[in-house]
């Protein structure tokens, strides 16, 4: 009778322990990186001596009396073409 005892008690205090729950990996908001939606572009110095910032690539342009200068293309401000300080 003892042992009938000790084995329900047993039982029971193993039943009412919870047991944990396997954890979860923590979310490393350090590693998630955002998708933008605005072309990568970059900072130039104009010939005005202005900054400007141009999506497009830099082309070499023949402006006749001036001779040939850089310009860069596809400029934030509307406008197509910016002369560069060399």
Known sequence: MKQILTTLLLVSISAAIPTRAPGRKPLHLTTYH????????????????????????????????????????????????VALHD
């Open 34 to 81: 955002p998708v933008s939606s605005q072309p990568k572009g970059q900072w130039y110095m104009a010939h005005n001596g202005h900054a400007v910032y141009c999506y497009g690539p830099v082309v070499m342009v023949d402006t006749g009396v001036e001779g040939i200068k850089r310009m860069a293309t596809l400029c934030r401000g509307g406008e197509a073409m």
